[in-house]
Nanobody, 125 residues
Framework: QVQLVESGGGLVQTGGSLRISCAAS????????LGWFRQAPGKEREFVAA????????HFADSVKDRFTISRDYAKNTVYLQMNSLKPADTATYYC??????????????????WGQGTQVTVSS
């Protein structure tokens, strides 16, 4: 069992940066791939980024590639999403997820078993 708690969301101007965090409880942090998804009002939840269990591989949606980075801190049981060059289209609630998806499901929300409550990111134009 894993509990996930996101933090760090807020309001930022276009072109700005923001780092959001997700703290995981439990002793099995190293067992899971960690992902970030987002959902804007009226839209379906979409994949943003993921990092493998040992941190040696990362995956990004095309819409955020070269702007966002994902990292994990094993000492703090925390995963981070650093977001740069933010656009209004990045406005959404961002959710952290943990699971063990095979590589072909890493961008699919059904590949993850545990979810946080979300943190709101708003990018003003």
């Amino acid at each position: 069992q894993v509990q996930l708690v996101e933090s760090g969301g807020g309001l930022v101007q276009t072109g700005g940066s923001l780092r959001i965090s997700c703290a995981a409880s439990g002793r099995t942090f190293n067992s899971y791939t960690l992902g970030w998804f987002r959902q804007a009002p009226g839209k379906e939840r979409e994949f943003v980024a993921a990092i493998s269990r040992n941190g040696d591989s990362t995956h990004f949606a095309d819409s955020v590639k070269d702007r966002f980075t994902i990292s994990r801190d094993y000492a703090k049981n925390t995963v981070y999403l650093q977001m740069n060059s933010l656009k209004p289209a990045d406005t959404a609630t961002y959710y952290c997820a943990a699971g063990a998806p095979p590589i072909w499901q890493i961008g699919k929300d059904y590949g993850y078993n545990y979810w946080g409550q979300g943190t709101q990111v708003t990018v003003s134009s």
